[in-house]
């Protein structure tokens, strides 16, 4: 069977006992590293599958896995089943510690789109490792003062009505909408909040993000798209300023041309990955 085409499946199961499946690609040489891939909200881990097959020909162990409520998850977000950001980052802090089992001697890489980056950066900034590597692509913060004009407001229009909607369902039915999944409610809150605030304040804990992301030790590459209205470069960019002076920053603005991607947009890059895994592999042999 070849790994890359068929990617092992492993059963993981969390502190709550929600179960969930990791997908594996292995190198056939390694690098001695693993890179956990991370999905943006409502996108399923297979998604990336052309991307984590193309870096794991680089010499990566490379992971996908969903997140809670989509794709092999064992929950579904409803009335009943209701979390935030503050769960993600815990499912995450399970899923590190799977992989220091599993794989004892290898160094961790987050690769994070979308909202898998701002997850990741808040488990960084919550749990660090020793490495604290994370590569963002198209993550941002929310705050609508990332974008300009009728953008923006209507980023404070959502930003003040998904949440509400949310109650409404007891999830958020983003097919309705055409962004997201189906998500949970507080989710949703957590999302609206950093809309409206620019912060990240999860609903769920008392645990002050905000300082604890000024006071992080990381590399960071962070990467934003030409023409990306779901994260604007100004938006990428205040995202990757919450992390302060300790951490080593890195931004890259890239078009179409650059990553051999046509009409290239905010979730396209995912299956023609040749190009921004080259941009990401020359920034991570400088850091390794």
Wanted: glycine share 8%; proline share 4%.
């Amino acid at each position: 069977m070849d790994p890359l085409a068929n990617p092992e499946l492993i059963d993981i199961t969390y502190r709550d006992q929600t179960t969930n499946k990791l997908s594996v690609f292995q190198p056939f040489g390694s690098t001695g590293t693993v890179c956990i891939c991370l999905p943006g909200m409502g996108i399923r881990a297979s998604y990336y599958k052309n991307f984590a097959a193309y870096l794991s020909t680089q010499g990566h162990t490379v992971l996908t896995i969903d997140w809670r409520g989509q794709g092999h998850s064992s929950q579904l977000a409803s009335f009943q089943h209701n979390w935030g950001y503050e769960q993600l980052v815990s499912d995450l802090d399970d899923l590190v510690h799977f992989i220091h089992n599993r794989w004892p001697e290898k160094k961790i890489i987050f690769v994070g789109h979308s909202l898998g980056g701002q997850i990741a950066s808040l488990y960084l900034s919550r749990f660090p490792l020793p490495e604290n590597i994370l590569v963002m692509i198209a993550s941002c913060s929310v705050y609508w003062k990332g974008w300009e004009g009728w953008e923006a407001q209507r980023l404070k229009l959502v930003g003040t009505t998904f949440y509400p909607i949310s109650r409404l369902f007891g999830y958020f039915p983003g097919n309705l909408f055409r962004f997201g999944g189906r998500e949970a409610r507080t989710i949703m809150k957590d999302w609206s909040t950093n809309v409206m605030t620019g912060k990240y304040q999860p609903a769920d804990t008392a645990f002050d993000y905000e300082q604890a992301l000024a006071t992080t030790k990381a590399r960071i590459l962070s990467i934003s798209l030409e023409n990306d209205y779901l994260a604007r470069k100004q938006a990428v960019i205040n995202l990757l300023s919450k992390f302060g002076e300790d951490t080593m920053k890195t931004h890259l603005h890239l078009n179409a041309e650059e990553i051999k991607v046509p009409h290239l947009n905010h979730f396209n890059w995912a299956k023609l990955p040749e190009g921004i895994v080259g941009k990401a592999l020359e920034w991570m042999d400088e850091v390794l």
